[in-house]
């Protein structure tokens, strides 16, 4: 409870409808890194807090090398507020360093600790000389959500890790960035397959989270010959700290690519970038196509003769999946956008360029797109049920609560951000060709089940 009362005070996430966590989610990029393990020097609740929205309830997922259950936590009470934690703090990490295996650990502070004012950069620094890399990043809830919190994980380890010089620079290594590893609920089968792409276009892919990837990919981060930034806004600071750091430059891509418009675009950009071979990409891209129109051929009977043939659609999401669904809807599907939501925070001096990026459709008027950035979640919910869905031509995309608007009025939804839901999200991502053609069958049968009576 005094976890949930401090988010309603922070203003960064909610307790009803919660879309986002407080700065201490960033754990979860600690945590996506193989071997990384997080100290918690905060209440006992919060963890747990973030948990759901990022984690187990944004499609079942739990943390690989670590699970949140073993993370060590100081468990900060009454007590530590009243003559301080650092001393319980120091005994907690020398215990961990000697109790976990693990090849790095983080120091992680939330309100309370920040508040009374221990000093975890102190406590941090007393473990220099130890076995293994020993950092700190304040986390406090009541500076920002989960994706400034994230950017402090990034910005601890580059600044406290990394060499102040890069070694011999690999002009074909590509370090990716832009992917929130759980907040983005399909971010460890997105980085598989874009890893996949980059290689076949003649790169060397250096993704520092997921499935082994862990402290050699870290290492290799000052080395890159370019760093690319997979998103409209998240990561862009930490590609700039990069670039005053190491003088890496990096190639800018606002959306992960879904469906073959945006991916043969991406395809192109990032070939023409780093001086790739033009020929093997177009081949490349040929081929993708007509295996991508060769499924959908597959389906063109059905699709043509489903009662129920969604037209229009609303998002209530993150900017990047905004962004990157629209584009996809728009320019391969032929929706109509009505009403896009951001829910996440953006920082208000990103919001003209994000807008600019949403202009960039195949649309009559482009400019009449309406983007919302807005810290109320259910918001869009009030504007889907003040339409008219009786032809049910309008398709919800967003998170597990936008579900339950969908569910009462019997329009077809699909879920594509935190919370995803108490389901099991495996392999699922939207990105690249597959990407396109596994979102138009989540959004055709869902029509179909919501048009046929066959979902409640
Ligand atoms: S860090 Fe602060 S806002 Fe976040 S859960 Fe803990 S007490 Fe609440």
Known sequence: MEAIACEIESGYAWSEQQRVGCAVGGVYTALAIERVLPIMHCGPGCEGNIDSVMARTNGGQNADTYFESVIPSTNFCEADVVFGGQERLRKLVDDSLRFYDADMFIIIDGCTAEIVGDDIEEVARGFEDARVPVLFASLPGFKGNNLWGHSQILSAIIDQYLPAQAGVINPKQ??????????????????????????ELGLEPNIIYGRRHGLANLDKIPNAGFNLVLSPWVDIDIAQ?????????????????????????FIRAVTEYAGL????????????EERYYYYVNRSIRWIFTCRVQPKEFYINSSAVQALSLTRFLVNDLGFIPRRIFINENVPEEHHGTIREYFKELELDDPESIEIIFTADGGLCDQYVKSEDTTFRKTVVLGTTWDELTAK?????????????????VGLKTY??????????????NDAANKGMGTVN
Do not use: C, Q
């Not at 990716?176 to 089968?189: E, N, Q």
């Not at 009462?408 to 099991?424: C, E, H, K, M, T």
């Open 241 to 265: 700290k990069l670039e005053s750091k190491y003088g890496t430059p990096f190639l800018h891509y606002p959306a992960v690519p879904a469906g073959p418009t945006e991916t043969a675009k």
């Open 174 to 199: 590509v370090n990716v960035l832009g992917v929130v590893p759980f907040y983005d609920t399909f971010w460890a089968a997105t980085l598989e397959k874009l890893e996949n792409t980059l290689r």
């Open 431 to 444: 990105f690249g060709y597959d990407g396109g053609l596994a979102l138009m069958t989540d959004i055709y």
């Open 277 to 288: 071979d033009r020929i093997k990409a177009e081949h490349y891209i040929r081929e993708a």
């Open 408 to 424: 009462v009025l019997r329009i077809p939804f699909v879920p594509v951000s935190a919370p995803y839901g108490d389901v099991i």
